[in-house]
Nanobody
Framework: QVQLVESGGALVQPGGSLTLSCVVSGLTLDYYAISWFRQAPGKEREGVSCISSWDGFSFYTDSVKDRFTIFKDSGKNTVYLQMNSLKPEDTAVYYC??????????????????WGQGTQVTVSS
């Protein structure tokens, strides 16, 4: 059984930083692509970042380039999203997603089979 558990969401002031974690069980991240998505109230879900399984390629949506960094810890089977210079428009529930049929992020997948429960990020003064 594949499970994804996100953590690290919090209330943070504009300009602050957070690191989100997504622990994956039942599937080895080294072999599959994994993505972070977000959904703000009243808006559609948005793909934020993706990291490929083996070629080291990472994708970022334009609004987070140069502010967010996705990386994996293979030993912990965990993917992280380091978020710097946070803005109020980054406020959303953040989800990680993966499955055994996706290996690359070019183009970044959206139709993953496994999703976490989400973690709330609120950027406000």
């Amino acid at each position: 059984q594949v499970q994804l558990v996100e953590s690290g969401g919090a209330l943070v002031q504009p300009g602050g930083s957070l690191t989100l974690s997504c622990v994956v069980s039942g599937l080895t991240l080294d072999y599959y692509a994994i993505s972070w998505f977000r959904q703000a109230p009243g808006k559609e879900r948005e793909g934020v970042s993706c990291i490929s399984s083996w070629d080291g390629f990472s994708f970022y949506t334009d609004s987070v380039k140069d502010r967010f960094t996705i990386f994996k810890d293979s030993g912990k089977n965990t993917v992280y999203l380091q978020m710097n210079s946070l803005k109020p428009e980054d406020t959303a529930v953040y989800y990680c997603a993966t499955d055994q049929y996706k290996r690359l992020c070019h183009p970044p997948p959206h139709d993953y089979g496994y999703w976490g429960q989400g973690t709330q990020v609120t950027v406000s003064s």
